[in-house]
């Protein structure tokens, strides 16, 4: 039994996005002994990242964990808060045990990944990565933001996988021993080490999912609309649905719409030149993160 210190949950995912965040926090609730909300994303702390829209009331956030009573950790998977320089404060403030895993890949990759994810969203409006990738500089600047976007991170693909300095702010706040970093190559390639070296830096027992498959899957959606309008509701709707249904309900009926109108699909081949780009655009913040962690990334770049 856990000694309640804060309404607030203590264990945070945090990292770039297709990284496998998805597939941890899923292989994470089958652990006895962590709280795992159905929500994930929230993107509540990180007072410094720029949002187009509300994402999330305190008294809402706060309602998914009501549930935690006996368990020793409650997640919050929110891969954003990497790419924040107050979110570890913050978070620390209202949880002070808090505890970190930080998750990363290949940028060349996350930033592909990415757009090509929030394209599925209905987040990005523009049809070719490159004018994506072109746009980063306008996009800070508050020009040519996409109708739906919510969050700014999600489209700035240039920034997106240079991690140095964010995962230095994790370290600097929180301390090394409240972060457990993995990489996204070795969660695919070594699912049981690298998911048994996690317990143990949670003090948690072994107890390891039925399988270890990787969610969040590159996909399309059949009705790319729907997709956008379950994605983005308007805020009359949440309202609506919410005075009848009860949370639960209703994101597991919107779960429910989501899988059904999904279908796995291979991304498009990324041209030969934009990917020598983007392995020259990440090559020096590789290095400096192999300097801060004292690893080789060679194969990063």
């Not at 070795?186 to 830096?201: A, H, N």
Request: hydrophobic share 35%; glycine share 4%; net charge positive.
């Amino acid at each position: 039994m856990r000694e309640r210190k804060t309404s607030y949950p203590n264990l945070f995912i945090v990292g770039a996005p297709k990284s496998g965040t998805t597939s941890m926090a899923k292989y994470l609730s089958t652990h006895s002994h962590i709280y795992t909300p159905l929500q994930k994303e929230f993107t509540y702390f990180g007072s410094d990242l720029v949002r187009y829209a509300t994402l999330i009331e305190k008294d809402q956030y706060l309602k998914w964990f009501e549930p935690w009573k006996e368990e020793k950790y409650a997640l919050d998977a929110s891969p954003f808060y990497l790419y924040s320089k107050t979110a570890p404060t913050e978070i620390l403030e209202k949880s002070p045990d808090a505890k970190f895993i930080i998750m990363l890949r290949k940028p060349s990759q996350v930033a592909y990944s990415m757009y090509y994810q929030a394209r599925f969203g209905g987040g990005e409006d523009q049809i070719s990565f490159e004018r994506a990738w072109e746009l980063e500089s306008d996009r800070i600047a508050g020009r040519n933001i996409p109708p739906l976007a919510r969050l700014e991170f999600t489209t700035r693909y240039q920034t997106i996988g240079k991690y140095s300095e964010y995962v230095e702010n994790y370290l600097n706040i929180c301390g090394k021993d409240r972060v457990h970093i993995i990489f996204f190559e070795d969660l695919k390639s070594q699912p049981v080490e690298t998911y048994q070296k996690l317990l143990s830096f949670l003090q948690l027992d072994s107890q390891l999912p039925e399988e270890f498959s990787i969610a969040n899957p590159s996909k399309k959606a059949l009705f790319p609309k729907l997709t956008r309008f379950i994605s983005s509701p308007p805020k009359w709707m949440g309202d609506v649905t919410g005075i009848i249904f009860p949370k639960e309900i209703r994101w597991k009926v919107r779960n429910y719409i989501m899988q059904k109108n999904t279908v796995k699909a291979d991304k498009p081949k990324i041209s030969e030149k934009s990917s020598i780009m983007l392995q020259e655009h990440f090559r020096s913040d590789i290095k400096a993160l192999e300097k801060l962690l004292s690893i080789d990334l060679s194969h990063w770049y």
